[in-house]
């Protein structure tokens, strides 16, 4: 399981953190563990007992700050991804002593948190498979969003058109995409496209694995945006 700490000596920070961290993981169906630290002292000692992959350590605390702590850590021998935040970039180029991974400057965005957060789990050589979770009569429904086509909208249900199945369910498609990474594309106020499984785009439609998808003019301009951009990673 993995095992992420933070550490920082404002308890409202460390709120903020946690919360895009866990959505993000549990999103990514990740098993982990999360610990709150709130000074240099206490994340040593707690270490010690609950060992730590990824550690969100802040820079400018009381007591032993950050990189003190940091230095610590290493010293112990602690191989533990560090990634530091601070209100300061200046401070960010002392993390190349203690080997750290990257660094999220204050206030959070939460963009920049995912960013870094991705960047470790591939450091660590963490499989982070995205799901999206749906409520239905019987229970509750995990999708693997890598086998997701699209999802259109009918009417007061959604469908998700998956590897084989189409998986139905109440909601809006709007609440829908805020939930989805990056690799979905609205290309029609019905429809959100998964770009991995796009193989042409044109003006008024695109296609996906064979299947032809309106694309609307309001959505026409991101779309194509959005595809080249894919196309280019």
Do not use: W
């Amino acid at each position: 399981m993995l095992e992420i700490a933070i550490c920082d000596d404002e308890k409202k920070l460390r709120l903020d953190l946690r919360h895009v961290i866990e959505k993000e993981l549990a999103l990514d169906g990740v098993e982990f563990g999360l610990t709150e630290y709130e000074s240099g002292e206490a994340l040593l000692r707690g270490i010690r007992e609950r060992n730590a992959d990824i550690i969100f350590l802040d820079i400018e605390m009381g007591g032993m700050n950050g990189m003190e702590a940091a230095r610590a850590l290493r010293k112990n021998g602690q191989p533990a991804v560090i990634i530091f935040v601070t209100s300061y970039p200046d401070f960010v180029f002392h993390g190349y002593e203690v080997r750290a991974l990257n660094y999220i400057l204050k206030p959070y965005k939460e963009k920049k948190i995912k960013e870094v957060l991705r960047d470790a789990l591939k450091e660590l050589e963490i499989s982070t498979e995205k799901y999206f979770t749906v409520e239905q009569k019987s229970g509750t429904l995990r999708l693997a969003l890598g086998q997701v086509r699209y999802f259109v909208s009918e009417g007061r249900k959604i469908a998700a058109a998956a590897e084989g199945e189409r998986i139905s369910f109440y909601g809006k498609l709007g609440e829908v995409e805020e939930e989805l990474p990056d690799f979905f594309v609205r290309c029609h106020n019905r429809y959100l496209v998964n770009l991995n499984y796009v193989t042409k785009l044109e003006s008024a439609a695109l296609y996906c694995e064979g299947e032809k998808i309106p694309v609307s003019r309001s959505c026409s301009q991101e779309t194509a945006a959005a595809f080249a951009r894919f196309m280019l990673k």
